[in-house]
């Protein structure tokens, strides 16, 4: 019997024992090829030499040094990678062990920052529905993601949300892609307005939603205006790329595409690429230097920030993404991606939209192509995905829709970026034999 809490009490797992290349291989021996890089996680595979010989040369040489003490030369040369390739001027980062530990920090720093100059009537964290920022209660307070929030919502300290840039659902058959862009980014301002301008500290947002929509950009000029909107009202802009970044759009930061630059920048999962457990905060000059000459200390901490050991495994991993050029490796072979996923799945009567960036791919599953209905959520789509791509041996993420009924069931997909074209080929043809399955089995019902 094992005693592991799992995520599902009922599930019964097989052991993973081994990772080959883009593959896991379980304690049977079935390979199955990772097509979501767990969850968005794995970017360079699973056995790469340069990652595991830098973790075993740390651990040899130094495993751990509290940073109440010291910091460590991992820390500071990755810190001072991240920081040469950073928009903006993002100036100083802190790391942390995970992508929610990101999340809790920024929205401290955003509140310690409103504090440190003077204003400590800002209070105020706006965000989006349907969005993920962490299971934490910070960071499950900034997601807009209903089922997640739910049962825990007497916890959550009080946020507001405003739309999503969500076109394929929200944009109106009469309205342009700008001005479907420019309505929803001014529902911040009119949420900043309702609270009071002098109340609001910072506005957070994916620049690719993953978990709870599946892939979705915002459109062309949307977080320019916000960025805007922010600067108007002194309002810091935190962006979450704990899942869209680190070269998975096809850019080292995702926002790059959008040509914004944050305040306060989150990244975590293809930062350590699952080699180790690492997420970090990227903080602006003006934020770093308002606290050091303020109270001189950031009012926050954990036992593992700056693990010497993950810093030595990220460091190695962000030399590997950017000595192979690997995030401009993404975006050139990103069109090839999405004529893949159109030509195995833009024909399906039940494939309403195919989107994404990169390798950050979702597929959104309706019942009515026209209407764009999504499947009644009681037929449980996504998890019947998940166990049908499984058994074909994919990995993939497949989330349900919103309980608001805006979005359908998806499919996310998220390849470490080393996959060859003949791998994720066999992945379409994996997923497309699952999702056949999975259809017939739903309208046969
Ligand atoms: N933000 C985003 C955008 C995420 O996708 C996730 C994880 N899916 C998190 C935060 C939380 O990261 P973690 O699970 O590492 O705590």
């Known amino acids: 019997m094992s005693h592991v809490f799992p995520r599902h009490c009922h599930s019964d797992l097989p052991t993973a024992v081994r990772g080959d290349g883009c593959f896991l291989v379980d304690a049977q021996g079935k390979r199955y090829f990772d097509g979501s890089g767990g969850a968005a996680v794995s970017c360079l595979g699973h056995s790469n030499a340069r990652v595991a010989s830098a973790i075993k040369d740390q651990v040899d040489r130094l495993a751990f040094a509290h940073t109440g003490f010291f910091t460590s030369d991992p820390a500071e040369e990755l810190a001072d990678l991240l920081i040469a390739n950073a928009p903006g001027d993002l100036d100083r980062v ?24 003077g204003q400590p009537q800002r209070r105020h964290l706006i965000a989006r529905r349907q969005s993920y920022h962490g299971n934490t ?5 900034a997601g807009g993601n209903e089922w997640r929030r739910e049962q825990f919502s007497p916890l959550l300290v009080d946020v507001s949300h405003i739309s999503p840039c969500y076109e394929y659902a929200e944009r109106q058959p009469d309205e342009t892609v700008e001005a479907y862009g420019a309505r929803v980014a001014d529902e911040l301002e009119q949420e900043i307005l309702r609270l009071g301008p002098d109340t609001v500290m910072a506005f957070m947002a994916e620049p690719v939603v993953g978990a709870t929509l599946g892939a979705v950009p915002a459109v062309a000029g949307y977080f320019k205006r916000i960025r805007e909107i922010c600067d108007r009202y002194g309002v810091l802009l935190i962006l979450d790329e704990v899942m869209c970044g680190m070269g998975r759009t096809g850019h080292l930061f995702a926002c790059n595409a959008d040509q914004v630059a944050p305040d306060i920048l989150c990244i975590a999962k293809g930062l350590g690429a699952g080699y180790q457990p690492i997420g970090a905060m990227l903080s602006s000059r003006k934020i770093y230097d308002a606290i050091r000459d303020g109270s001189g200390f950031f009012q926050h901490g954990h036992t593992y920030l700056g693990h010497p050991v993950a810093a030595a495994a990220a460091l190695a991993v962000v030399r590997e993404l950017l000595d192979n050029d690997l995030p401009a490796r993404v975006a050139e072979r990103s069109a090839d991606f999405a004529g893949m996923l159109h030509a195995r799945f833009g024909q399906n009567p039940h494939v309403g939209d195919i989107r994404g960036r990169g390798f950050f791919w979702g597929i959104e599953f309706v019942a009515d192509r026209d209407s764009k209905t999504p499947f009644d959520a009681r037929l449980g789509l996504a998890g019947k995905l998940k166990k049908a791509a499984f058994a074909e041996g994919l990995v993939c993420y497949p989330m349900p829709g919103t309980r608001d009924g805006k979005s359908g069931d998806h499919v996310l997909l998220a390849p470490p970026f080393v996959a060859s074209d003949d791998e994720l080929a066999g992945a379409m043809d994996s997923l497309a034999r699952a999702v056949t399955t999975v259809l017939e089995q739903v309208e046969s019902l």
């Not at 209660?137 to 307070?141: E, I, Q």
């Open 94 to 117: 802190y790391f942390v062990s995970g992508g929610s530990e990101a999340v809790e920090s920024a929205i401290k720093l955003a509140r310690q920052y409103y504090v440190e100059v």
């Open 137 to 141: 209660l910070g960071a499950l307070a």
